[in-house]
């Protein structure tokens, strides 16, 4: 029997779907090999040929009690990074893009590669610095018992650039030859945010403030990371602009965080979007021109291994991914705070009139089906499958839509989309771990206020291919009521109404900070 969900693919239009104490010196030792200049992100490996690599990724801590504020969105740009060495001057290390702009909300489960390099000169190292630009946070107040911010309660709150400098561990960091290293950039989100917890405003943004940026060693420990890679680096969603069938190769190119190469290899697999697009079950689903997401790992050598292909459309276009703040307005309007989008190549809607954390009020123009991005997972059944209403629609939710038109904003006006196609994606949130039921589920509860959510609420892990991702512990085993956990899960709503959805939450990622 033909699915519902390839029955509704099978009937869209493809021009549509177009997708660190510092008691010692830490000893880091680098591949013998010559200096060689920065290598750029979308090669196989920064460590090729003998030379080093330091591999950089960027992640976030959550807030502790996140049930007082309901963040949306928290943007920045890195505009560099530099490590200062003992004996004076500096050493760049060069991004991953130019302006390497990111949300920080997407951080708290979540890591994103930041930067390469296999230039680093051997000598000690004193700290890193740094350079942060555009700092803003977007959330909103709400109504005790209502699900959804209150009405024209959204709002952006800027901060002053920063340029934070790491002294804390791994610093003072010694160089030498013999192996590469990885480092992530971990920042804090609490310490950055000044909070009222009363009125649930949020008063200043400061990435300058003390210890709000520290470093530590890669791989995390622990994780459910295979035994050799640095960490998970998922969900990297773009324009597909080259494939390599030789290699197994497939290059994203991401709006505002550069490419990223991903290499396939025998424990690769592809989501059911691959047999529903009609493009087979292996690798060769990959086109150059898709709108995609990958599921990788950073390896030592600074290659990046393919865990999971997953198409959302077959042609280029404009894409906006946003979470739902406010209830929907009507049964064709909603807004939706920015998180990422996606550009098409040539002739974009959007262009650079889109920033992270905008809000754009969505309308759907003759919308085809909605779907469900699961890339595998375990999910109930939901009513999102298959509607075409507004009205399925949950605050708290993350969607990814297909523009057939954008208005950009003008002062006090948001921007504006048409759109004719829905995806439900990933949710990244925090909350307490409640109880633990090894090894499909376990209960979270402290959800952002929005959410609605006031009591526990299970959440469903995935044991087979693919499984939920581990970070902070390595399986659901080891997770202990009262830890606060971030997710990055699909999120189908509140488990109310005559027809409750049982597991609320179907988890990609867990992370306990």
Known sequence: MISLRKLIFNGLNCCALGKLCAFSAVVIVFFQGSCSGPTSSSGSGAGHDGNP????????????APAN??????????????????????VNVPLNANLYQVDLVRLQSDSTLLAKSNSVPVGTYTNMVVSLSDPAVTYCRQTQGMAGCEAGSVITLSGAPATPIITTFPFPLVVVRGQNIGLAISVDIE????????????TSVNLGAANVLTAMMLPPAPSSLPSTPLDFIEDVTGSVSSVDEGTQSVTIQTATRGPITAIANNSTIVSPNCVIFNLGSTFTCAKQGQVASLDTVLNLDGSVTLLEYDPLAITAGDWIEGIVGLPPSSSTQFQLVTNDFVLADNNSLIGSNLGLGASVQITLVRPKPFQVDDKGLVVPNTLFLGATDASVLAPGQTLTVHLVSFTPSTGTTLAAANVDFVYLRFTRVTGNVANVAPPNTFTMQSFPSFLGLTFPVTVQLSTGSPSTNFDGVTSASDLASGQTASVRALYFGPPTGPTPTPTPLSAAKVRVP
């Open 191 to 202: 310490k950055a945010l000044t909070v009222n917890g009363q009125s649930q405003a949020i």
């Open 53 to 64: 690599a330091l591999m950089l990724a960027l992640r976030a801590a959550p807030l502790k």
């Open 69 to 90: 504020v309901n963040l949306l969105s928290f943007r920045t740009t890195v505009e560099g990074i530099s490590l200062t060495p003992a004996a004076g001057g500096s």
